[in-house]
């Protein structure tokens, strides 16, 4: 749903509490769970409204649209990769002449992950410890 102003989006939010009354009407049991093209519909005009104006319009639990609606944008902020890796590898070897000095890198993701490496001895594979860093997807997405 594009974005729209309350008094644009009113006539359709109308509509779709009619979608949901005649679903309401039709449905085999009255414990059949409601369609989840009927709670996108719901989620998408919480961009618009309130979630407690759009759960008592549309005649659902208030409750459930808000843990539904956190769950769409969670889904929506999530890494396409949800494989995460248990051990990276480093290699004890390093492929480069080893400098005299150590070295400290600090990084930080935007989720608030922060990554801290200082060492004396020969270099790190940093590349590859850099890359599952950054790659890796959040524990709170």
Not at 79 to 96: K, N
């Amino acid at each position: 749903m594009k974005t729209m102003t309350p008094a644009q989006a009113e006539p359709q939010l109308t509509q779709v509490a009619d979608r949901f009354d005649h679903w309401r009407q039709t449905r085999t049991t009255p414990a059949e769970p409601l369609p989840h093209s009927l709670w996108e519909q719901a989620i998408a005009f919480t961009t618009t409204f309130s979630i407690p104006r759009v759960a008592t319009r549309l005649r659902v639990s208030g409750g459930e649209l808000k843990k539904r609606c956190a769950a769409h944008h969670a889904a929506l902020a999530a890494p396409v990769s949800t494989a995460t890796p248990g051990f990276v590898e480093v290699p004890a070897a390093p492929a480069w002449p080893l400098p005299t000095s150590g070295i400290e890198i600090e990084l930080h993701r935007p989720d608030g992950a922060r990554l801290r490496i200082a060492a004396q001895e020969p270099p790190l594979p940093l590349t590859a410890l850099v890359r599952t860093f950054v790659e890796t997807p959040s524990c709170f997405s």
